[in-house]
């Protein structure tokens, strides 16, 4: 498993730099396409079904145990942005999470905006907790144990590689991504399941965008 999980991530990385440097952009997302499609390639090699990857439902779950786990990433993750924020950009200075790309092309556009979100719901909520969370963690955790120093090193290396290929938000979007990265890959070792990560993963990216969308526009409209 480990060669398959080493191969993987050069295929991640690998087609985001091929890509990016033939668009002359940064674009990650086919090489996360590339490298997940591997996983699964991987996982049907190694007779690995996606359900002990954390893609069973909780079945012993009450009714509110998943909108209870949503809401707790959710917040999880703000809640550990505020300290981030409160050093990098406040004390240190780093600009914000470079987000541009989006809003330029959101002005007057509902259609680019409506195509965004649903790039956010595929590709950057399921996909990449897919890959990063589910693939890794436990691809890792097969391999090298569970003991807790051992998934804490797991969790901290999935998470340091989910933030790289947030590199179009500058430097303190990388490690923005990189600390949401460990608050689900934290939470996906305690709760053993990955469907309250990929909503709040959704939900967090639909705030985003509909926060740039929203203004945006109404710079549009004030004739900014």
Same mark, same amino acid.
């Given at each position: ?9 050069? !295929? ?39 359900? @002990? ?21 959710? &917040? ?8 981030? #924020? ?29 195509? @965004? ?15 990063? %969370?589910?693939?890794? !963690? ?19 290396? /999935? ?8 590199? #179009?938000?500058?430097?303190?979007? !990388? ?23 990929? !909503? &709040? ?13 929203? %203004?945006?526009? %109404? /710079? ?5």
């Amino acid at each position: 498993m480990i060669g398959h999980i080493a191969v993987a991530i050069a !295929i991640l990385f690998a087609g985001w730099a091929v890509v990016s440097t033939l668009t002359n952009r940064n674009a990650p997302g086919p090489g996360l396409w590339a490298a997940t499609a591997y996983a699964a390639y991987a996982l049907h090699i190694e007779d690995v079904p996606w359900t @002990a990857m954390g893609l069973a439902w909780p079945a012993n779950w009450p009714w509110w145990g998943m909108p209870a786990a949503v809401l707790g990433a959710f &917040a999880a993750a703000y809640v550990a942005l505020i300290p981030l #924020y409160m050093v990098l950009v406040q004390r240190l200075g780093w600009p914000p999470p470079n987000m541009s790309r989006f809003e330029k092309r959101f002005k007057g556009r509902p259609d680019l905006f409506a195509l @965004a979100m649903t790039y956010n719901w595929t590709s950057a909520a399921f996909v990449e907790e897919l890959f990063f %969370r589910a693939f890794l !963690i436990t691809g890792l955790s097969l391999v090298f144990g569970t003991e807790p120093a051992v998934l804490a090193a797991i969790v901290v290396a /999935q998470a340091v590689l989910f933030g790289l290929p947030h590199a #179009y938000q500058g430097k303190t979007g !990388i490690v923005q991504s990189g600390v949401i990265g460990l608050v689900f890959g934290a939470g996906f070792v305690a709760l053993g399941t990955l469907w309250p990560f990929v !909503i &709040a993963h959704g939900l967090i990216g639909t705030v985003g965008l509909s926060l740039l969308y929203f %203004r945006a526009n %109404r /710079q549009t409209r004030e004739g900014v």
